[in-house]
């Protein structure tokens, strides 16, 4: 019988530790805003909108119902972070760049969830 438990626990654990195309997507930000430094101004618009592609696909398929309120949370928060430092600090012009592209992902996954929760919201007699 204790065999048949830690099989169960295995393949638990197995399921939840992959790799996920949300967690994919949420790396694949950080290395696009980093990406997006170097890259040409021709280029610039096409990062921006993968940026926010990106955003949308973490928040549906990373943002569980029960995390969302927590999610809004912590973007609503880095968003003030993130901006808050592009306009008080004497940033380089790269590290506005890279702030930028990390709210432009990040702001879009929020407003996502954000719609999510106000379309709940509503739907509720």
Do not use: C
């Not at 290395?31 to 096409?46: D, F, I, R």
């Not at 590290?95 to 999510?116: C, D, E, M, Q, S």
């Amino acid at each position: 019988m204790a065999k048949k438990v830690s099989r169960r626990v295995t393949k638990r654990q197995k399921k939840d530790s992959g790799i996920t195309v949300g967690t994919i997507a949420f790396v694949a930000i950080f290395l696009l805003a980093y990406a997006g430094l170097y890259a040409e101004a021709s280029l610039h618009t096409a990062i921006i909108l993968i940026l926010a592609i990106l955003g949308v696909i973490v928040a549906v398929l990373n943002v569980a119902v029960k995390e969302e309120i927590n999610f809004l949370i912590a973007v609503t928060s880095l968003n003030v972070i993130l901006v808050s430092w592009y306009m008080l600090l004497g940033l380089p012009e790269i590290a506005k760049t890279f702030l930028t592209n990390l709210a432009v992902a990040f702001g879009t996954a929020g407003l996502v969830i954000a719609l999510a929760v106000i379309i709940q919201l509503g739907s509720k007699p």
